[in-house]
């Protein structure tokens, strides 16, 4: 394994590893005590759209499932913001309308065949520098915008009726809440794909809930989870020949079984 850490594109799937698991921690976080799980499998199957639309168009993917996935954060925060309740209703229709839209565009380029298995499954060990570039810049804006509005953040997150008669932009914070979540669901395709996204940002936060009292707390234990998982889940895959993405996921579930057979508080 030592040997490996010579190669370049080793070296920068660590990276993209750390970036993209810190980030995760902190909006994974954010999408559970929102209880908006359902919202990362949604935005991350519609983002196909996208990836569809890159395609046919020729432009970067991840430009393209950025830039679609953020449309269908937006569109979801203003179809759910009176209606929270409804909010998995709306993700499930956008989530079919996405991928059938990434579908079409695909089959309609001539000459293209993509590698659909990269994007359910994850390619980490294809990440280039522009890649790290955008989830480096997209790390430093989440911990920029989370700082600068924790307390607001927070209010909304647990109590938006409190937070609309403190004054706060509820319907700001709550649209910038989703748009985070949608860019950090893109980067971490890249690490474990459209299928295992959701256990990313969901197990390590599992475990970090119950190991913290605040939510800054949560954000920072999960972020610390989620990039001890995916270095394992990278090792686990170089040993054994295993696909990267599927291993990072097997490694947090077997943290998470002994977690729960340890942990009985």
């Given at each position: 394994?030592?040997?490996?850490?010579?190669?370049?594109?080793?070296?920068?799937?660590?990276?993209?590893?750390?970036?993209?698991?810190?980030?995760?921690?902190?909006?994974?976080?954010?999408?559970?005590?929102?209880?908006?799980?359902?919202?990362?499998?949604?935005?991350?199957?519609?983002?196909?759209?996208?990836?569809?639309?890159?395609?046919?168009?020729?432009?970067?993917?991840?430009?393209?499932?950025?830039?679609?996935?953020?449309?269908?954060?937006?569109?979801?925060?203003?179809?759910?913001?009176?209606?929270?309740?409804?909010?998995?209703?709306?993700?499930?229709?956008?989530w079919a309308v996405g991928m059938a839209i990434g579908v079409i565009l695909?089959?309609?380029?001539?000459?293209?065949?993509v590698d659909l298995m990269s994007y359910l499954f994850g390619s980490i060990?294809?990440?280039?520098?522009?890649?790290?570039?955008?989830?480096?810049?997209?790390?430093?804006?989440?911990?920029?915008?989370?700082?600068?509005?924790?307390?607001?953040?927070?209010?909304?997150?647990?109590?938006?009726?409190?937070?609309?008669?403190?004054?706060?932009?509820?319907?700001?914070?709550?649209?910038?809440?989703?748009?985070?979540s949608a860019l950090t669901v893109v980067v971490a395709i890249k690490v474990?794909?459209?299928?295992?996204?959701?256990?990313?940002?969901?197990?390590?936060?599992?475990?970090?809930?119950?190991?913290?009292?605040?939510?800054?707390?949560?954000?920072?234990?999960?972020?610390?989870?989620?990039?001890?998982?995916?270095?394992?889940?990278?090792?686990?895959?170089?040993?054994?020949?295993?696909?990267?993405?599927?291993?990072?996921?097997?490694?947090?579930?077997?943290?998470?079984?002994?977690?729960?057979?340890?942990?009985?508080?």
């Amino acid at each position: 394994m030592i040997d490996a850490l010579s190669f370049t594109f080793v070296q920068h799937a660590i990276l993209a590893g750390i970036l993209v698991s810190l980030a995760a921690g902190i909006i994974g976080s954010l999408i559970v005590v929102n209880r908006m799980v359902f919202l990362a499998g949604g935005i991350a199957h519609t983002s196909y759209g996208g990836i569809g639309l890159a395609v046919f168009f020729g432009l970067p993917i991840f430009l393209g499932a950025s830039l679609f996935a953020v449309a269908a954060a937006i569109l979801v925060a203003w179809l759910t913001l009176h209606q929270r309740e409804r909010i998995d209703t709306f993700i499930g229709l956008i989530w079919a309308v996405g991928m059938a839209i990434g579908v079409i565009l695909v089959d309609l380029t001539p000459g293209y065949n993509v590698d659909l298995m990269s994007y359910l499954f994850g390619s980490i060990l294809a990440v280039e520098t522009g890649d790290l570039m955008f989830m480096g810049v997209l790390l430093a804006f989440i911990v920029g915008i989370v700082t600068l509005k924790y307390r607001d953040i927070l209010a909304v997150s647990y109590d938006p009726e409190y937070a609309l008669l403190r004054g706060i932009n509820v319907p700001l914070i709550y649209t910038t809440i989703l748009i985070l979540s949608a860019l950090t669901v893109v980067v971490a395709i890249k690490v474990v794909g459209l299928i295992l996204v959701i256990a990313l940002l969901t197990i390590p936060v599992y475990i970090a809930e119950r190991l913290s009292g605040s939510l800054a707390g949560m954000m920072m234990i999960s972020g610390g989870l989620a990039t001890l998982f995916t270095l394992g889940g990278l090792v686990f895959s170089y040993l054994y020949n295993l696909t990267s993405g599927a291993s990072i996921i097997l490694v947090s579930a077997a943290f998470l079984g002994v977690f729960l057979v340890v942990w009985k508080r």
